[in-house]
């Protein structure tokens, strides 16, 4: 995590590999959610994504354990005009019964959790339960999670005999909260496998994709000398890598579509 909001935005906006990936998160939530959609962000950091989907009509409750990074998001919102849309609070990813409790079953039509904020949960265990209670019957969550095996780190980290950065995810690591002094949490890393088993008993998994062929966002100084490489990447599916990616996406509908309700049949993808 960065030092403070702002010096994590501008890091971010100008990395242009994480400008893919940022492009395929806005795709599989603006594929899933639409106008009038009540959300719950989970992790939303300063509201980038959140603000994209305000000024698309629907209403967004931004969550995040980082106060600094909650103060951030609400000063994007009003620099949009987007108050009414948007509404930010300090709340962390393992506190779901919070919400429950004070907004009731079933008060959100979908929810969504970017870039690696599962990772971070305490008890990772009760995010499905807890998310299961909040959104509708037959509602979407959809996130991205950082994969626990990426091609590009293994290969990176092997051809320049470094071992300890190859195999890196495959133990967990600690980090520290933004505005959060002396707060230290760990990073967990998961499989496609391990992320649909863990949603799978409250959630039908629709769509898993992990695009093997982009390289992790810290490679931007890399390929910004390969300027053609990543619009050719973003375009490939990466089969033949599949579960090699840095980042994990899911799409998954919530399970117990009341009979006669909208929404897909109860089928999944075969993973």
Not at 27 to 52: I, N, Q, W
Not at 77 to 88: D, I, K, N, Y
Not at 225 to 254: E, I, K, S, V
Request: glycine share 12%; hydrophobic share 40%.
């Amino acid at each position: 995590m960065t030092a403070n909001a702002s010096g994590y935005d501008a890091a971010l906006s100008g990395n242009r590999v994480f400008s893919f990936y940022r492009r395929i998160s806005l795709s599989e939530l603006l594929g899933a959610f639409k106008p009038g959609d009540r959300l719950l962000e989970l992790g939303g950091g300063t509201g980038e994504e959140a603000v994209e989907l305000a000024r698309r009509g629907m209403s967004v409750l931004l969550t995040d354990v980082s106060a600094s990074q909650v103060r951030s998001a609400k000063e994007r919102a009003r620099r949009e005009g987007l108050e009414r849309s948007l509404e930010a609070r300090v709340l962390s990813i393992d506190d779901l019964e919070t919400l429950e409790n004070e907004l009731g079953k079933g008060a959100f039509d979908g929810a969504f959790s970017s870039f690696g904020a599962l990772n971070c949960a305490r008890d990772i265990e009760r995010v499905p339960p807890g998310l299961h209670a909040l959104i509708r019957p037959g509602g979407r969550f959809v996130c991205s999670a950082m994969n626990r095996s990426c091609a590009w780190e293994l290969m990176s980290g092997l051809a320049t005999l470094r071992p300890g950065r190859a195999f890196r995810r495959l133990r967990p690591a600690k980090a520290t909260i933004d505005g959060v002094p002396g707060a230290r949490f760990t990073v967990r890393y998961f499989t496609h496998g391990e992320m649909a088993d863990l949603f799978r008993p409250h959630f039908t998994i629709e769509r898993l994709s992990d695009h093997p062929l982009l390289p992790p966002p810290y490679m931007d100084g890399v390929f910004r000398h390969l300027p053609g490489y990543l619009d050719w990447a973003f375009g490939q599916n990466g089969r033949a890598l599949r579960g090699l990616g840095d980042h994990l996406f899911l799409t998954m509908r919530r399970r117990g579509l009341e009979r006669g309700g909208s929404g897909a049949p109860n089928l999944e993808i075969g993973l």
